[in-house]
């Protein structure tokens, strides 16, 4: 395995004067500027349209960004994805992008490819931010305010919302990934505010659709007053509208649908009248990891968060970014 030399001391980073300096002084492993990358790209599964699309987004930008493209698929195993980021760290990546699956078990391997003098960026999820942080143990975070996403969408069942009460079930993401964390904060703080709405149940569904259609069978039936679903992904958002279709419910009508991402079956959805809204989440990240990289190379001090600014599709929009969505 190629080990390089970590320099750490000021009076490196003085006699270097050069691109590399910034990554120093910030404590991270610096990247030289080349023709070519070898880039790892650590997914965390492949059970759904956005992860299709945010791996698509990497493959063919590799080839425009002069990336040798390292893809490894963990297929939903944090473990899996610890060992998916040693054997790059064996094979001498260049640099990592990191989906990481659940913000604590992640944290390691974030720590090993720094020990071994990767930098890593994080991509699209974070780690617990408690243990490793950004421009210090990996060099930024590309992504979506979470915590926003679900604010969002509470904002727009409180506009939209005809009835007296609200009974909502939550169906959350993977248990101890960063969008579900975020995303049950946004949304439930801004519920809260509003005495319309009560949470009734709130359960994962591990951002998959058929534990979606799963969980929502299970709690109409302790719940059957329910008139609103929040999902933190459209795939469990689909799954739950095929759970109220088998229950004789009408989607839209007899129950409100909020949910976030924009793929092209929850558009559709919104199009049919069968859900309200989806919270853009964007998958599509290779371009924006061509670009970070280029500059992180260039030895430009890369912003702790490089934010990813999303839309909404409602029954407004849907029909017009359809062909679009994925
Ligand atoms: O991390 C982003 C989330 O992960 C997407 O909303 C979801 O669909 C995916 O699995």
Not at 7 to 18: E, P, Q
Not at 26 to 44: H, I, M, N, S
Request: contains cysteine; aromatic residues 8%; hydrophobic residues 40%.
């Amino acid at each position: 395995m190629k080990r390089r030399i970590f320099l750490s001391s000021i009076a490196t980073v003085a006699l270097l004067g050069s691109a590399l300096a910034p990554a120093l002084a910030q404590g991270l492993p610096p990247l030289e500027q080349k023709d070519r990358y070898k880039v790892g790209f650590a997914q965390t599964e492949s059970n759904n349209p956005w992860r299709i699309a945010e791996t698509k987004s990497f493959q063919d930008v590799a080839g425009s960004c002069n990336w040798d493209l390292v893809y490894t698929d963990a297929a939903g195993s944090a473990a899996k994805q610890v060992s998916d980021v040693e054997s790059m760290i064996a094979q001498g990546v260049d640099a990592i992008f990191l989906a990481p699956r659940e913000e604590k078990p992640l944290v390691p391997a974030v720590m090993r490819a720094k020990a071994a003098g990767i930098p890593v960026f994080l991509v699209d999820r974070s780690v617990d931010p408690a243990v490793a942080k950004a421009g210090q143990d990996y060099v930024t975070f590309l992504g979506s305010d979470f915590v926003d996403q679900g604010k969002r969408a509470a904002e727009w069942l409180i506009e939209n919302f005809k009835g007296d009460k609200g009974v909502i079930i939550e169906l959350e993401g993977t248990t101890g990934s960063s969008p579900a964390n975020d995303r049950k904060k946004g949304f439930d703080e801004r519920i809260a505010q509003d005495d319309r709405f009560e949470i009734v149940a709130s359960q994962s569904g591990d951002f998959a659709r058929d534990a979606g259609r799963q969980v929502t069978e299970t709690l109409l039936q302790a719940h059957p007053d329910m008139n609103v679903i929040y999902a933190h992904n459209d795939e469990m958002a689909i799954g739950a509208i095929q759970a109220l279709e088998v229950a004789g419910k009408k989607p839209g009508e007899d129950v409100t649908i909020v949910s976030i991402d924009g793929t092209r079956d929850a558009l559709q959805a919104i199009i049919d009248g069968k859900m309200g809204v989806t919270v853009e989440s964007s998958p599509f990240f290779g371009p924006l990891a061509c670009d970070t990289l280029k500059r992180y190379a260039a030895g430009e001090e890369i912003e702790p968060w490089v934010k990813v600014e999303d839309r909404i599709f409602t029954k407004e929009n849907a029909a017009e970014h359809i062909d679009e969505a994925y």
